[in-house]
T-cell receptor
Framework: AQKVTQAQTEISVVEKEDVTLDCVYE???????LFWYKQPPSGELVFLIR??????QNEISGRYSWNFQKSTSSFNFTITASQVVDSAVYFC??????????FGTGTRLKVLA | EAGVAQSPRYKIIEKRQSVAFWCNPI?????LYWYQQILGQGPKLLIQ????????DSQLPKDRFSAERLKGVDSTLKIQPAKLEDSAVYLC??????????????FGPGTRLTVT
């Protein structure tokens, strides 16, 4: 069975702090894709990153970085020097052999000024 | 490039009434998704189309919900009759679905449905 777990329901940090959002996934397929999406207060989900199962390289994009570890089935997301505009709900998602999209329950991040 | 369009943005209806939502995906995107998102929860997939065929509708309450994607482009989602628990945001998303790993989804602004 496929599953995505985001154990952190809500995180609050003070601006400029670093924060890591956890994502643990389950799948029996060897080929799969992992994603992170951001849902700001305006409501529209925005795609952030895609990773396939054959590429474990970590990725950095500005203040955002992603750590993909197959050994622990995790795909964690770190925001460095957080800003108030980072406040949103962040969803991790998985798609594998059946091409069914599975979303996690989301982590609400609050960045306080 | 135009994004995913949805209409209406808001709808208020009474229980037992009918309602329809429309979605126009990004041009050329083969895969279209409808999600239901209840306040405070993650998106729940209702139905997934690949071109005009249904890939997954296992979570679609088929006694009251229906969806179609004629000609493999835009799509409509209908609820008939609506129940109070259908109050949610209905999201439409599309992806290229090219089979080369382009599975990231692009979402529309959603339709907020309130059933009274």
């Amino acid at each position: 069975a496929q599953k995505v777990t985001q154990a952190q329901t809500e995180i609050s940090v003070v601006e400029k702090e670093d924060v890591t959002l956890d994502c643990v996934y389950e799948t029996r397929d060897t080929t799969y894709y992992l994603f992170w999406y951001k849902q700001p207060p305006s409501g529209e989900l925005v795609f952030l990153i895609r990773r396939n199962s054959f590429d474990e390289q970590n990725e950095i994009s500005g203040r955002y970085s992603w750590n993909f570890q197959k050994s622990t089935s995790s795909f964690n997301f770190t925001i460095t020097a957080s800003q108030v505009v980072d406040s949103a709900v962040y969803f991790c998602a998985l798609i594998s052999g059946t091409y069914k999209y599975i979303f996690g329950t989301g982590t609400r991040l609050k960045v306080l000024a | 490039e135009a994004g995913v369009a949805q209409s209406p943005r808001y709808k208020i209806i009474e229980k037992r009434q009918s309602v329809a939502f429309w979605c126009n995906p990004i041009s050329g995107h083969a895969t279209l998704y409808w999600y239901q998102q209840i306040l405070g929860q993650g998106p729940k997939l209702l139905i997934q189309f690949q071109n005009n065929g249904v890939v997954d509708d296992s979570q679609l309450p088929k006694d009251r919900f229906s969806a179609e994607r004629l000609k493999g482009v835009d799509s409509t989602l209908k609820i008939q009759p609506a129940k109070l628990e259908d109050s949610a945001v209905y999201l439409c998303a599309s992806s290229s679905g090219s089979g080369t790993g382009d599975y990231e989804q692009y979402f529309g602004p959603g339709t907020r449905l309130t059933v009274t």
